[in-house]
């Protein structure tokens, strides 16, 4: 059974920090691209980042500079590092796992508010 499980949300205040963490069971992490997304209110779901199985990064402009994703092959799991957070980060987050077939987490929510 394959379980992709966000952690980390929460609420932070602007200029704050959170770093998201996703492990994932029940698939060859290794092979697999991850990805980070998120969707606010009444917004479709965009891309934040992916990273490729061989450590490669790509990441939205919006979060390019404040955000960085990593994964430990290790741990399986994939990681979203957020600094200088501002209100229009606020979202739900989405980790997505990517080979021969899409899976994707529960999501966990992230609040930037004073």
């Known amino acids: 059974q394959v379980q992709l499980v966000e952690s980390g949300g929460g609420l932070v205040q602007p200029g704050g920090s959170l770093r998201l963490s996703c492990a994932t069971s029940?698939?060859?992490?290794?092979?697999?691209?991850m990805g980070w997304y998120r969707q606010a209110p009444g917004k479709q779901r965009d891309l934040v980042a992916t990273i490729t199985k061989d450590g490669g990064t790509n990441y939205a402009e919006s979060v390019e500079g404040r955000f960085t994703i990593s994964r430990d092959n290790a741990k399986s799991t994939v990681y979203l590092q957020m600094n200088s957070l501002k209100p229009e980060d606020t979202a739900v987050y989405y980790c997505k796992g990517s080979y021969w077939q899409n899976y994707w987490g529960q999501g966990t929510q992230v609040t930037v508010s004073s």
């Open positions: 029940g698939i060859t992490f290794r092979l697999y691209a």
